[in-house]
Each structure stands twice: as structure tokens, then as C-alpha cells.
């Protein structure tokens, strides 16, 4: 993706503003980051260490509406980088969510709706989700 791309560009579902704790391993190093907005298809991470394009990783999600953090399988599909970040597009990395199967994915889903109903509440949240809904997501 060029710098040029605008964030609409690059992700197929509609991105809900949200504050979560991101915890995930790099190269024996443990980093505690944040999303910046979540979707049923993938989340930005905001950090000034963004993992390589095309990484595949774990990492843990945590939703004060749950009792355990979210561990989930993400790919990183585009990247800001520190010294390209602005206070419009800050550092970090846009991860697509991956699925062991169609079981999974739909767990996931329901849970990451369930999570921002917790954070949104429920009128917002079913605004936001119906702006987008596709039957492939």
C-alpha cells in the first residue's frame, strides 16, 4: 500500500473508534500497545514498532467486558512507520484477523461485536455494523 491510501482504501469492513490493551511477542521482546479502532475483519494497533508486512502472529485483546483477553490470529496488511506518522495517521500497523475455519470466524465476530456493544453501547453499534454489512465478512 502507498502512503496515498487512504484508511477507507484499505479495509472492506466499517471501523468502530475503541481503546483496547493489545499485548503481543516479538523476537523475545513483550509489547503492550493499543487499537485505535476495531472491526469484525481486523483492528489497528498503534506502536512505534510495527511488525513486518505479511506477519502472521497471536496476540491478546483485552476487553474489560471479559472476563479473559481475546487471543487472536492476526496478519499485518499495511504499515505507518515512525518517522512517516502524523498526528492524522499515527504509527503502527493494520492487522486483518485470521480463521482457523468458518466456526472461528464467526466466534469472532459475535465477540467483537459483543465488545463494542460493552464500549458503544447497543444503538451505536448496530449503526456502525449495518453501515457495512457484507456477506462475506
Known amino acids: 500500500m502507498s502512503a496515498s ?3 477507507a482504501d484499505r479495509r472492506h469492513e466499517q471501523r468502530t473508534p ?13 509489547f503492550a500497545d ?14 512505534r514498532h510495527p511488525l513486518e508486512l505479511h506477519t502472521e502472529f497471536k496476540f491478546s485483546l483485552v476487553v474489560p467486558a471479559f472476563d ?37 470466524r464467526a466466534k ?3 465477540m467483537v461485536q459483543h465488545a463494542m456493544t460493552e464500549e458503544l453501547g447497543a444503538d451505536i453499534t448496530a449503526m ?7 456477506p462475506k465478512s
Open 5 to 7: 491510501d487512504t484508511d
Open 18 to 30: 475503541i481503546e483496547l490493551r493489545v499485548e503481543y511477542k516479538r523476537v523475545n521482546m513483550f
Open 34 to 47: 493499543y487499537t485505535r479502532n476495531i472491526s469484525k475483519g481486523g483492528t489497528f494497533i498503534a506502536t
Open 68 to 104: 479473559e483477553p481475546l487471543v487472536l490470529t492476526g496478519r499485518v496488511v499495511w504499515r505507518v512507520m515512525p518517522d512517516d506518522a502524523t498526528e492524522e495517521r499515527p504509527a503502527g500497523m493494520g492487522i486483518e484477523f485470521q480463521y482457523a475455519n468458518d466456526g472461528e
Open 108 to 110: 469472532i465476530h459475535e
Open 128 to 134: 456502525l455494523l449495518s453501515r457495512n454489512e457484507d
